[in-house]
Every structure is written in structure tokens, then in C-alpha cells.
């Protein structure tokens, strides 16, 4: 008999509906009945495509006798991280904490008062490598809940206690200037790999955000180092295993340092990071590689996240069925050499496994391999190669694909609006810029209420009940302001406005200017969230960041502009220290350094040759942080169209910095000069 997860919306919880175990929704209802019951709360916390949730989850959670001991000692609740990232957030800081490490599936013992007690994450069913077994950690709580309550108490008080003592100092609240980001870049320069690229050991995460700063710092101080770092990295990603080389995209990391064998889930805001990323490279040089590598990421991302509803889904899982009915991580994408002769013919099947480094023992498990390519001497058939790798595809299609975690999330939606809306631009591709729209258009509708209040998750064309968080509001007004300078439609500026303007009133200290994750009116924690790093995506604090900014250059707005060089204080403090987990807001900074540039393209019309040709210019230019906005003389669209006038009859751009503008040119050449940092 299904429990009350039945009639949740998220994947991860519906997957959990039908476990005999009597889970809770996070809810106060919940915690009013463990108080009832006087019993302690196991929360757990996972996300669907995480394959260590799907393995406690078998071995515990669907166990006929240890569902019945935590039926009969707790009241459990079951949530979905990517549902609500500010219930993750204060637990997660919990067990760090206490454990010194953290992940998920996350385990955590509470009080009916959801103070935190005993935290884990992973437990398996019977003791191993040192680890209790599940049932053995539930019986040691239960009793200690019985036996030494007072202390149980006072642990819970004191952690609360602790973790309400854990405020960092965030700087000054003064933009950091050339020093701190010339440290910054010093400090990445010494935790780099120059062998393999990326920065640090196992596992190696793809280092978005900070390849968007080395990027921007290039291009404003003419640094080759930094240009370097970004271009190597970028390669060895894209010739390993993390990347997908017949389907495009990205996995979430790579377990090993070489970029070889990958985590295969498959995540929204990776893909759509990573997507921008290699499309502002190729803006930046030009590089083939880099063309092809955004737009194949940006055909995935509609090809195979995209919702009924015109959304993005968040995940694929990283297990599939392995043909035998067993789910089995990697199995959707790693091939053997005989599974490449059954497919291609011997002559073939030896050319691709050169090409793609396939071997006899394997780069995986059990003999198979994981895709890459590497560096190889000597010259391949293009057209061979091209016909090879669509008759693996074809092939791969017909094997058991991994689950879909079909719910869209406002914030990594934001990021996908972004990265298709400019890839679309740069590389003329309509199709792309117009997934985005329907995207954006997929928000508003859904998402946003009369007074522009952003709803988190929706699934299947229905909103989900958990209020966003700032990455949301952040994220989106991104998404929004990419979409503005690209269609030189000025309607998501003004909705990026109101987004924003939710964050300088509900989430914003006034005292400090610090930023919190969650609404001055949100559901209280024990804690309300804080974090101004980058961790898998942009921290809501730093996203929020370059999006005030953004607004602030197109609209002359101070308030967003005082916030926005308020909120950078953090990076001051955190960018020479920790510059690989504040990489969004080192890129900020890098903006606020250069201007930003106000760029107004004028003409007839945006289909209107020289228009096009001033506005394509304009999105290619590589100033950091410069924002764009197209239209006709006159126009109400931008505030900066207004009064800026075609020039002798002719469509003109013009290009403002700290009030200070040039001279309108009609020559893209020109204007191309001007932009390139």
C-alpha cells in the first residue's frame, strides 16, 4: 500500500511511494506527530539520478523488518534535495560539521523540535569497513532516545547552538579590486594540473564557474596564463569519458584525475554551465573544438531534457538495465570491443576502438570502456569516423535508457535559457534561441505569481508546493537578461527586474548586505541558509550578484548597483583564499573592473542586415559582463535605446562605461574593437 510520498510531485519522493516504510513529506505535520508519539525523526536526503540513494533505498528502505522498526520507533521524512535545497543546506552544514565530510544519501536523526543529533549519510544493511549496519545506528538511537534523553537534549541544543556561532566574516562589503583577483588567479594557477587540465585530485569536478572567470580575466587584462587554463581544461574534458562523445553532453564529474572514467548522471545545470562555457570559448578564439562542443551540449540538453511542457528536466540517472534486468551503473554509454564488432564489422570496429580508445581489458569495469578521445598520432577518416560513430548511436538508442528525474527547476532552467539563448546567437541557430524562449515562457507561466514570487520545482505542467530559494530568483533574472540582449525583447528585462527586486527586499540584509538563501518569509529552520560559494552551480549569493549587476548596467538602476557591489564583498574576503569555489563571483568582480559596457544597438529592425550585423557583433564581443540591447530608434524596449538616434540615416551602436560613452559607429569592425576587452 502506497504512503503518503503518493501524492508528492518529485521523482526522487515518488520513487520512495510504494516502500513499506511510512514516510513523511518534510512538513510540520510530521514533526507534530513525533512530538505526539515522542519519538525521535529520521530525515533522509537524496535527489532521484544519486545511485548510493537507490542503493540504500534497496537494501533498507524496501525491507519488509527494518521498515517495520522505524514504523514502530520513528516518524521518517523523506526529502528531495533539488526540492528543497534549504532543508539540505542547514543539515548538510550539520554533518560536516560533526563528520568533517558530507554527501547524500544523507542520514540525519532529529528531535521533534528538528534539532539535528546524530547525522551519517550512506549506511549499509549489515557492518562493513568499519561502517554499523542501518539496523544497528537505529537501534543505538532508539535507545539512547530512551535511556539518556537529557543528553540527547542538550547534544541537539548544543549543535543548534554551534551552528548559529558559525558566521563568517563576509569582507567589507567593497567589490573586490585588481589585487585580490591578481591573487585569485594566483591561487588557481597553483592547485591547476597543467597535465591533465582542472584543478586538483580524484574526483574532478568540471570547474564551470571558474573557467567563466578566467575567461572574463583574459579578456579585460590580456592574462595568457588564464586563457590557457581555460583552454586546456576544456579540451581534456572533452576528449575524456565525462564527456559524451556519440551523444553530446556532459556527466556529472570524473572519479579519476585524467577525465577518464565519469559519474554518469547526467545533470541540467552542468550541461547548460558547460554549454556557456564552451561557447564564450570559442568567442574568445575561435577554437573548432569549442563550437562543436556547445552546440552538441545544447542539442543534448533539448534533445533529451526537454519537458512536454517546453521545461527542462533536471537529471539523467547514472544507472540503467544492463539487458539482463539488472540496473547497473555506465551501462547505457561503455561499449567492449566485441559489443563494436557485433555493431561495426571487424575493419570498423578496429578503427573505433583506436579512435575512441577502447581496449581488450577495458577503462571501466568488466572489460568495457568508457568513450574517449584521445590524443592520437596519424590522421582519421572524418567521414568514416562520422559514419561510425552514428551507427553506435543508433545502436545505443535500442539498449534500456537511464531513468529521467523529469521535474524542471526554476533556477537550472534559468541557466539553460541562458547558455541556449546565447549559443543560439552565436552560432545561428533560431531553433535554439527559441527552445529557450519556450523555456522562459514555461517560467512565467507556471512559475512566477501575481506578484512575481518564483515556485521552485513544477512537474508535468503542475507547480510544486516549496516557495524558490535566491539561486532561483538569481539563476532566472540570468536566464532572462541573456534572453533580453538576444532577442532585443525588452520584456524579460522587466520581468528580471521584478525578480530582482524580490531579492533587494526579501533576501538581502540591509545592515550588511549580505544575501540569504532563503526569504525573509520563508519557513523557518534552525538556521536560515547561508552560502556565498559555488558548489556544483553558482552560489544563489554570487548569482544574484552578476544578475543586480547586469540590470544595473542596462537600467542605470543604483539600488541594484549598490547591492550588487555590496554583495561582492564576500569575493573580496573568499577570492584570494578559496578562488575555486567563488568562481561566479570572481567573474562578477571581473565585471564590475570593467565597466560593465552598456552596448545600444539602433536600426529598423533587428532582421535589418546592418542592424544584425551591429547586434551579433555586439553579443560576440568579449568585455566582461557587457550587456546588449537592440532595437529601433525611439523604441520603449531598453532604457538604453532612448534617445540614441540612427547615425547619418544608417543603424549605429553605441558604448557607454562609467558614464563615459565613444562616439556611435556603424561598422561592426569597429564596434568589435571596442568589445574586445
Partial sequence: MPNR???????????????????????????????????PVLLSVGYSSCHWCHVMAHESFEDQETAEYLNQHYVSVKVDREERPDVDAVYMEAVQAATGQGGWPMTVFLTPDAEPFYFGTYFPPAPRQGMPSFRQVLQGVHQAWDERRDE????????????????????????????????????????????RGGFGGAPKFPPSMVLEFLLRHHARTGAEGALQMAQDTCERMARGGMYDQLGGGFARYSVDRDWVVPHFEKMLYDNALLCRVYAHLWRATGSELARRVALETADFMVRELRTNEGGFASALDADS??????????????????????????????????HFGVTEEGTFEEGASVLQLPVRDGVFDAGKIASISERLLAKRTERPAPGRDDKVVAAWNGLAIAALAETGAYFDRPDLVEAAVAAADLLVRLHLDEQARLTRTSKDGHAGANAGVLEDYADVAEGFLALASV?????????????????????????????????????RLIRRPQ????????????????????????????????????????????????????????????????GPREVAVVGPALDDEGTRA?????????????????????????????DRPLVGGEPAAYVCRNFTCDAPTTEPDRLRTVLSG
Fill in 5 to 39: 510520498l503518493a501524492h508528492e510531485t518529485s521523482p526522487y519522493l515518488l520513487q520512495h511511494a510504494d516502500n513499506p516504510v511510512d514516510w513523511w513529506p518534510w512538513s510540520s505535520e510530521a514533526f507534530e506527530e513525533a512530538r505526539k508519539r515522542n519519538v
Fill in 152 to 195: 540527547v537534549t542538550e547534544v541537539a541544543e548544543k549543535i543548534v547552538r554551534d551552528l548559529a556561532g558559525r558566521e563568517i566574516s563576509y569582507g567589507d562589503a567593497r567589490t573586490p579590486g585588481e589585487e585580490e583577483l591578481a591573487q585569485a588567479l594566483l591561487g588557481l594557477t597553483r592547485e591547476y594540473d597543467p597535465q
Fill in 321 to 354: 538495465d544492463d539487458g539482463t534486468g539488472k540496473h547497473v551503473e555506465g551501462a547505457y554509454y561503455v561499449w567492449t570491443p566485441e559489443q563494436l564488432r557485433e555493431v561495426l564489422g571487424d575493419e570498423d570496429a578496429e578503427l573505433a576502438a583506436q
Fill in 487 to 523: 532577442t532585443g525583447e525588452g520584456v524579460w528585462l522587466e520581468f528580471a527586474g521584478f525578480l530582482l527586486d524580490h531579492v533587494l527586499v526579501r533576501f538581502t540584509d540591509p545592515d550588511s548586505g549580505s544575501l540569504y538563501d532563503t526569504a525573509a518569509d520563508a519557513e
Fill in 531 to 594: 552560502d556565498p560559494t559555488d558548489n556544483a552551480a553558482p552560489s544563489g549569493w554570487t548569482a544574484a550578484a552578476n544578475a543586480l549587476l547586469s540590470y544595473a548596467a542596462h537600467t542605470g538602476s543604483e539600488p541594484h548597483r549598490t547591492a550588487a557591489e555590496r554583495a561582492l564583498g564576500v569575493v573580496k574576503a573568499l577570492g584570494p583564499r578559496v578562488p575555486r569555489f567563488i568562481g561566479w563571483g570572481l567573474a562578477a568582480a571581473e565585471a564590475v573592473l570593467d
Fill in 614 to 642: 551591429l547586434h551579433r557583433t555586439a553579443l560576440l564581443g568579449t568585455a566582461p559582463g557587457a550587456v546588449v540591447a537592440a532595437g529601433a530608434p525611439g523604441s520603449d524596449e531598453f532604457p538604453l535605446l532612448a
